[in-house]
């Protein structure tokens, strides 16, 4: 059974690191490009990062450049997202997600095959 299972979320404060972690299981992680979305209450989900299947392309959303970093391990079939600097507007549920496709692809058309449940992450004083 293929599964993403998303870890590491939390309350933070604003300026704070977290490291969001989505074990995967069922399926080659190398062969599939991986992403992180996001999606805050009354907003559409956003690609934040997404990385592909060999790490060779990356993608980052301008809002998040400079400060999130994606990297994975096949070997460890996880992926992760290192966010730094956090900031209140990072609030949400964040999900990671699988696809045989483009980072462009998935991060800016959201085309995803397979979905994690999502870790949500909360950025507050």
């Known amino acids: 059974q293929l599964k993403l299972v998303e870890s590491g979320g939390g309350l933070v404060q604003p300026g704070g690191s977290l490291t969001l972690s989505c074990a995967t299981s069922?399926?080659?992680?190398?062969?599939?490009?991986i992403g992180w979305f996001r999606q805050a209450p009354g907003k559409e989900r956003e690609g934040v990062s997404c990385i592909s299947d060999r790490s060779f392309n990356l993608y980052y959303a301008d809002s998040v450049k400079g400060r999130f970093t994606i990297s994975r391990d096949n070997a460890k079939n996880t992926v992760y997202l290192q966010i730094n600097t956090l900031k209140p507007e990072d609030t949400a549920l964040y999900y990671c997600?699988?696809?045989?496709?483009?980072?462009?692809?998935?991060?800016?058309?959201?085309?995803?095959?397979?979905w994690g449940q999502g870790t949500q992450v909360t950025v507050s004083s």
């Open positions: 069922g399926f080659t992680l190398e062969s599939y490009a």
């Open positions: 997600g699988a696809a045989r496709a483009t980072v462009q692809s998935m991060c800016v058309s959201k085309i995803v095959d397979y």
